[in-house]
């Protein structure tokens, strides 16, 4: 099983971006996908997730800013990401169930 995590760059604060988490060897709608980040020296953290079902969930800090999603056709999941801060600079890293791990993608937002 691998997970593909790409979208990542550098942005404006205010903007916004699409992180996109392509995944083979499994099924993104069977399993629990998390999106999680770490900024510079600071532990990873989740930021939300989508279950199988089709729910989501976010911590509170990201409520109303970030949308998870998923398409199964694409066997991917998506972190919108919108009204972008310089403290969600951080490499966003996506998660297929408890195990697997994607490599990350760098998110720098700055002006």
């Known amino acids: 099983v691998q997970l593909q995590a790409s979208g990542g760059g550098l942005v404006q604060p205010g903007g916004s971006l699409r992180l996109s988490c392509a995944a083979s060897g499994s099924r993104v709608s069977v399993n629990t996908m998390g999106w999680y980040r770490q900024a510079p020296g600071k532990q990873r953290d989740m930021v939300g997730f989508?279950?199988?079902?089709?729910?989501?969930n976010y911590r509170d800090s990201v409520k109303g800013r970030f949308t998870i999603s998923r398409d199964n056709a694409k066997n991917s999941v998506y972190l919108q990401i919108d009204s972008l801060k310089p403290e969600d600079t951080a490499v966003y890293y996506c998660?297929?169930?408890?195990?697997?791990w994607g490599q990350g993608t760098l998110v720098t937002v700055s002006s």
């Open positions: 989508i279950t199988s079902g089709g729910s989501t």
């Open positions: 998660r297929m169930g408890d195990f697997v």
